[in-house]
Every structure is written in C-alpha cells, then in structure tokens.
C-alpha cells in the first residue's frame, strides 16, 4: 500500500514537470488507483464502525440508566398514589366515625374465609380490642356485615351478600320494611316486601334498627330491580349494595353492647 502511494505520488510528481503521464505511467494508475480506493474505503469503513461501536455502547448504558431511573419513578408513583389512596378511604371513615356518634375500632381486612362456603372476610382486631359477636361492620359506604367469629387479635365478618346474612331494612323514601338477604358476590335481595308496598327502582334501602344488631339508618345499598312476585304475596326486589366488596381494605366495627348487656342496662336505668 505504501508502495502504491509513494508511485502515484511520484507520478503526480512527474506529471507536473512534463504536463501529462506516458503509457506506463497511465498503466501504474489504472491498477494503483482501485487498490489504492478500496484500501481508503476499507479504513474509513473500519473507523465508523469503531466510532459506531463505542457510540452505541454509550447509548446502550445511558438507555439501561434511563430505563433503572423511569423504573424507580414508576415504583414512587405507585407508593404515592397508594398512599393518597388510604388517605381517602381512611379520611372517609373518620368522617362516618363521627356522624356514627358511637365508639368504633377500625380494622383491616387481611383474609377471605378460608374454607370458600361463606362470603366473609377476616379482620385484624378481636377481643383485646373489645370485640365481640354480632358486633356490626361498616366502612363509609354503609354495612358491611356482622362478627360471627372472634379470636384475641382476628374476627370473622359475615358480609351482608352471604346467603346466610339477614339484615332488617327500610326503603327509606316509603318507609315499608322488608329483610335484605345474600344472594351473591354483588347483588342482595330484599324479602317480604308485600305486593301494596312502595318500592321503586332507585330507592336507597336503610337498616330499620330492629333486630338488635344494626343501628338505625346505615345505608344497606339501592334498588335495582322491582318485579310483581308470581304465586306470592311479595315483590322480588333485588338490591345493588352500597359497598363495593372486590374493594374492601378498611372497616369499622361499632363496638355496643349484647343482646343481654343492653337487656341489664335497661332494667338497671328502670330501676
């Protein structure tokens, strides 16, 4: 190669002195020149790739940076839109809190009824916390369920859509009663409810405050369905719930008194 340039220098040189190349000079360039052009061409190739090469591998570092750093905002966002989100349902509560007007333990949901027959969930408060059976459960939404199960730190909590849940209502527009049973994971229905009675579409059902469970009041769900019973004296009403369970995280349990307690205290006030 060197060779090559130092003869084409040489008749580059002569050419000058005597105005134009001779046959064989003409000859040394016609077979230098290619040669001479493929070699250029071969280096210059040589030195993109090289230059490429270590670009790209810059480039590829900075994406895996990039790449670490929209990975770890992802994570903070996710945290912080979590965080605002317990803020919410946890200010939500402490707002029913204080309209309940009664002592309340709040409590997390960590469990679903392990054998799979009931619809229930288990709590992470239980008789150190003073907790006891058939205590109600509410979140912000309204009812939520009943204690039926209790340990020293866990309980159990019939939600108001298993089939064994019954909870005494009133469709608070009319005033007419009936019973709010469980029927399935999203949907209650509501029995006894004579044919004369008024129930509409729409109507907001309440808990009637009988049955010594439930407070008077707390919002059980809304009508979503009326039909004319065929072969009975009642409507078959169904009932959207007012708590959304797929999202239950938080809830409330309204800390009153047995059955017996109330029944002591009662006689005790008379006497």
Known sequence: MAF????????????????????????????????????????????DLWDDYFYLVDVRQENRRLKLELDSLKRENGLYREMVATQKRLTDLLKFKSAVGQPVVA????????????????????????????????????????????SPNYAKVLLIVDQNSAVDCLVQRSR?????????ARICQLDYMVKSGDAKEGDVVITSGLGQ?????????????????????FKEIKVTPAVDFSKLEEVLVMLQASSEEQENLSAHSMN
């Open 4 to 47: 090559i340039c130092f003869a084409l220098f040489l008749l580059s040189s002569n050419a000058s002195q005597r105005g134009g190349w001779n046959q064989a000079e003409q000859l040394v360039v016609e077979g230098a020149t290619p040669v001479q052009n493929f070699f250029k061409q071969t280096v210059r190739m040589l030195i």
């Open 107 to 150: 409590a997390q949901v960590v469990g679903l009824d392990p054998t799979g027959w009931f619809q229930s969930v288990v709590i992470d408060k239980g008789t150190t916390s003073g907790i006891k059976r058939n205590m109600p459960v509410v979140n912000s939404s309204g009812v939520v369920g009943r204690i039926v199960s209790v």
């Open 176 to 184: 007419d009663r009936g019973m709010v049973r469980g029927r399935s």
């Open 213 to 233: 469970v439930f407070p008077k009041g707390l919002p059980i769900g809304t009508i979503s369905n009326v039909k004319e019973g065929e072969g009975t004296l």
